[in-house]
């Protein structure tokens, strides 16, 4: 039998197809830093310096691991994270999954409304309620009304937003060979409060949400192109398409824990060494930076809010949409007309739509987002579990069944993110 992380490894792209490989693997890293996830990094490097760089280094094999673990399985089978599990678990247990993801991610939604409209009021005089509704709906009607390749199209654009946190780090003055001291040898500290830091940028940088969207994609790539199958139908196609997808993912999550590791500097490089170590929201850290790195890096990194937010809410809400859709067997994919696919695009509108009015309600955010990070917790271990062992049945994937390095590093990364919710429950 063949080892997927060998097939086609004979063949390179060249760089001017780099654009058409990017895809799935790039958006799904861009979308991981999203307002919410900002404020954690921003928290990292506010409270404890250059010191929680390692981190991200260590989760950049892990989150390569588990997400081409899910592209592999979309590519495969032509079907979803979900469609599969539903094939290969217990339904009430794939129910609760799904639900509790709906729950977490509606939270996470919410969240970044909020901040991206505190963004904008930063910059412009504009009442948070007016923001919050109309990035709402710009969301909504963007997901639901454009087509499928042009979308992707935006998404793909909108990752250059990302790009605003690397532009801080320079206008920031960064000590780099600290910063390369504290990356190779780190202070770790044995306490409650580093751990549970700790703890939040693990569950922020491994989210479910990104292992169903992913697949998600992959599995509307294949549908939209008339001359891709399911690999385990068409296995010819199989060396590209599994040399696309490694290239994508890698290069996604590189991208993905750059711009995690440049917020985590520059809230070092400014916030910290100035004795500003609470961070809440993305908002925030921006505010905080205003006096200390100048107008420039405060706009800057209020645009960035901005853009990620655009770019993380339809990863959101669409991952909610393909794992409750599929779970129950509805029409699925963003490339199907919003009459075929009611109740997934119905989905994404309540996702988004509930999740603006939790800023209106009298739910602390902060603790939302705490509780959002539990449940996020409670379902990555089982889940990444379960699909480490669905990638890995020649029942469910053929001859495309994950080699043992891919198992190792999924095992690896699920064990990671055992030990790291336990700390969290430790340290609540």
């Known amino acids: 039998m063949p080892d997927v992380e060998e097939l086609g490894a004979e063949e390179t792209p060249s760089w001017p197809r780099l654009r058409q490989v990017l895809g799935p693997g790039l958006i799904t890293g861009a979308s991981d830093d999203d307002p919410s996830g900002i404020a954690t990094y921003s928290q990292a490097g506010a409270q404890y310096g250059y010191a929680l760089g390692w981190a991200m280094l260590l989760t950049y094999p892990l989150m390569c691991a588990i997400q081409v673990i899910s592209a592999q399985i ?31 991610n509606t939270i996470n939604i919410g969240a970044d409304l909020g901040a991206m409209a505190a963004a904008v009021r930063l910059l412009v005089p504009v009442p948070m309620p007016v923001g919050i509704a109309a990035f709402a709906i710009v969301s909504v009607l963007l997901e639901v009304f454009v087509r499928y390749a042009r979308y992707v199209a935006v998404l793909k654009w909108l990752t250059l937003s990302l790009f605003a946190y690397v532009a801080t780090v320079f206008i920031a003055d960064v000590p780099w060979k600290q910063v390369g001291v504290e990356l190779v040898l780190p ?18 940088t491994i989210s479910p949400y990104l292992f169903f969207w992913q697949a998600g994609e992959e599995m509307e790539d294949e549908r939209g192109d008339p001359v891709a199958k399911p690999l385990i139908e068409a296995p010819e196609q199989a060396g590209r398409e599994l040399r696309r997808i490694r290239l994508d993912t890698y290069i996604g999550m590189a991208f993905s824990n750059v711009i995690s590791l440049a917020i985590i500097f520059t809230t070092a490089a400014t916030l910290h060494v100035h004795g500003i170590t609470n961070i809440q929201t993305s908002s925030d850290a921006a505010e905080a930076l205003r006096p200390i790195a100048g107008p420039l ?9 901005i853009g990620t937010g655009l770019l993380a809410l339809p990863v959101l809400a669409g991952s909610a949409a393909y794992a409750l859709c599929e779970a129950f067997g509805w029409p699925v994919g963003l490339a199907y007309q919003a009459p075929r696919a009611k109740a997934f695009y119905g989905t994404i509108a309540v996702a988004v739509f509930v999740g603006a009015l939790l800023n209106f309600s009298s739910l602390d955010p902060v603790k939302a987002l705490f509780w959002s990070a539990v449940i996020n917790g409670l379902v990555a271990v089982p889940l990444m579990a379960v699909t480490v062992l669905l990638a890995a049945s020649p029942r469910i994937m053929g001859q495309f069944s994950i080699g ?16 790291a919710g336990i700390g969290m429950f430790v340290t609540m």
Do not use: E
Request: aromatic share 10%; glycine share 10%; net charge positive.
């Open 74 to 104: 979309g590519r495969v089978t032509g079907l979803g994270l979900a469609g599969n599990l539903r094939r290969f678990m217990p339904r009430r247990a794939l129910h609760l999954i799904v639900l509790l993801l709906l729950l977490a």
């Open 297 to 305: 890096a405060f706009t800057v990194f209020a645009l960035g809010i």
């Open 187 to 204: 202070h770790i500290q044995f306490t409650s409060d580093y751990f549970t830091v700790v703890v939040a940028v693990f569950g922020t």
């Open 404 to 419: 043992p390095r891919l198992k190792m590093l999924g095992w690896l990364g699920t064990l990671v993110m055992l030990v």
